[in-house]
Nanobody, 124 residues
Protein backbone atom coordinates (compact mmCIF):
# COMPACT_ATOMS: atom_id res chain seq x y z
CA UNK A 1 0.00 0.00 0.00
CA UNK A 2 1.32 3.40 -0.97
CA UNK A 3 1.26 6.23 1.49
CA UNK A 4 2.00 9.85 0.74
CA UNK A 5 3.11 11.81 3.77
CA UNK A 6 3.26 15.59 3.72
CA UNK A 7 5.40 17.72 6.02
CA UNK A 8 5.76 21.42 6.53
CA UNK A 9 2.98 23.95 6.82
CA UNK A 10 1.68 25.60 9.96
CA UNK A 11 0.96 29.21 10.87
CA UNK A 12 2.86 31.74 8.80
CA UNK A 13 2.78 35.50 8.50
CA UNK A 14 1.91 37.31 5.27
CA UNK A 15 5.01 37.72 3.15
CA UNK A 16 6.74 34.66 4.60
CA UNK A 17 7.92 31.65 2.62
CA UNK A 18 6.68 28.10 2.78
CA UNK A 19 8.24 24.77 1.93
CA UNK A 20 6.16 21.63 1.86
CA UNK A 21 7.55 18.15 1.26
CA UNK A 22 5.88 14.88 0.37
CA UNK A 23 7.41 11.43 0.54
CA UNK A 24 5.95 8.18 -0.74
CA UNK A 25 6.31 5.08 1.41
CA UNK A 26 5.25 1.50 1.05
CA UNK A 27 5.15 0.05 -2.41
CA UNK A 28 6.86 2.76 -4.42
CA UNK A 29 7.49 2.96 -8.12
CA UNK A 30 7.94 5.66 -10.67
CA UNK A 31 4.92 7.89 -10.73
CA UNK A 32 4.05 9.48 -14.05
CA UNK A 33 3.13 12.70 -12.22
CA UNK A 34 3.31 14.19 -8.73
CA UNK A 35 1.49 17.31 -7.71
CA UNK A 36 0.21 19.67 -5.05
CA UNK A 37 -3.38 20.75 -4.63
CA UNK A 38 -5.01 22.87 -1.95
CA UNK A 39 -8.47 23.24 -0.53
CA UNK A 40 -9.77 26.20 1.42
CA UNK A 41 -12.88 25.93 3.63
CA UNK A 42 -16.03 25.87 1.54
CA UNK A 43 -14.13 25.71 -1.74
CA UNK A 44 -13.25 23.00 -4.23
CA UNK A 45 -9.85 21.40 -4.33
CA UNK A 46 -7.58 23.62 -6.40
CA UNK A 47 -4.55 22.71 -8.50
CA UNK A 48 -1.27 24.35 -7.42
CA UNK A 49 1.58 22.66 -9.30
CA UNK A 50 2.65 19.36 -10.89
CA UNK A 51 5.72 17.66 -12.30
CA UNK A 52 5.80 14.84 -14.81
CA UNK A 53 8.98 13.27 -16.17
CA UNK A 54 9.36 16.02 -18.71
CA UNK A 55 7.13 18.96 -17.85
CA UNK A 56 6.19 21.34 -15.07
CA UNK A 57 2.77 22.88 -14.59
CA UNK A 58 2.01 25.71 -12.18
CA UNK A 59 -1.32 27.39 -11.57
CA UNK A 60 -1.53 30.92 -12.90
CA UNK A 61 -2.75 32.00 -9.45
CA UNK A 62 0.66 31.24 -7.91
CA UNK A 63 3.06 30.92 -10.87
CA UNK A 64 5.14 33.94 -9.86
CA UNK A 65 5.53 32.65 -6.29
CA UNK A 66 5.61 28.86 -6.41
CA UNK A 67 8.23 26.31 -7.41
CA UNK A 68 7.74 22.55 -7.50
CA UNK A 69 10.63 20.12 -7.39
CA UNK A 70 10.72 16.36 -7.60
CA UNK A 71 13.21 13.59 -6.87
CA UNK A 72 12.22 10.43 -8.68
CA UNK A 73 14.74 8.19 -6.93
CA UNK A 74 13.03 8.80 -3.62
CA UNK A 75 9.52 9.53 -4.89
CA UNK A 76 9.47 12.89 -3.20
CA UNK A 77 8.00 16.17 -4.30
CA UNK A 78 8.37 19.59 -2.70
CA UNK A 79 6.60 22.91 -3.03
CA UNK A 80 8.28 26.23 -2.32
CA UNK A 81 5.98 29.23 -2.15
CA UNK A 82 7.12 32.77 -1.44
CA UNK A 83 5.36 36.01 -0.51
CA UNK A 84 2.49 34.19 1.17
CA UNK A 85 -0.91 35.85 1.28
CA UNK A 86 -3.91 35.21 3.54
CA UNK A 87 -5.70 33.73 0.53
CA UNK A 88 -3.07 30.98 0.44
CA UNK A 89 -4.63 29.60 3.62
CA UNK A 90 -5.80 26.06 2.88
CA UNK A 91 -5.12 22.39 3.44
CA UNK A 92 -2.39 21.41 1.00
CA UNK A 93 -2.45 17.91 -0.47
CA UNK A 94 0.23 15.89 -2.18
CA UNK A 95 -0.92 13.67 -5.06
CA UNK A 96 0.70 11.03 -7.24
CA UNK A 97 -0.39 9.32 -10.44
CA UNK A 98 0.54 5.66 -10.88
CA UNK A 99 -1.13 5.27 -14.28
CA UNK A 100 0.55 6.23 -17.58
CA UNK A 101 1.21 9.91 -18.09
CA UNK A 102 -1.50 12.19 -19.47
CA UNK A 103 -1.22 15.64 -20.93
CA UNK A 104 -1.64 18.41 -18.39
CA UNK A 105 -2.37 16.43 -15.20
CA UNK A 106 -3.86 19.45 -13.44
CA UNK A 107 -7.19 18.09 -12.19
CA UNK A 108 -7.84 15.99 -9.07
CA UNK A 109 -9.14 13.06 -11.11
CA UNK A 110 -5.73 12.77 -12.79
CA UNK A 111 -4.38 11.30 -9.55
CA UNK A 112 -5.01 8.02 -7.76
CA UNK A 113 -2.89 8.48 -4.64
CA UNK A 114 -3.36 11.25 -2.09
CA UNK A 115 -1.78 12.36 1.14
CA UNK A 116 -3.87 13.32 4.15
CA UNK A 117 -3.06 16.99 3.79
CA UNK A 118 -1.24 19.59 5.83
CA UNK A 119 -2.77 22.83 7.08
CA UNK A 120 -1.23 26.11 6.00
CA UNK A 121 -2.57 29.25 7.67
CA UNK A 122 -1.35 32.67 6.63
CA UNK A 123 -2.30 35.30 9.16
CA UNK A 124 -0.78 38.14 11.10
Amino acid sequence: QVQLVESGGGLLQPGASLRLSCAASGRTFSYSAMAWFRQAPGKEREFVAARTGGATYVSSSVEDRATISRVDASSTVSLQMNSLKPEDTAVYYCAARSRPVVERPTTPDSYDNWGQGTQVTVSS
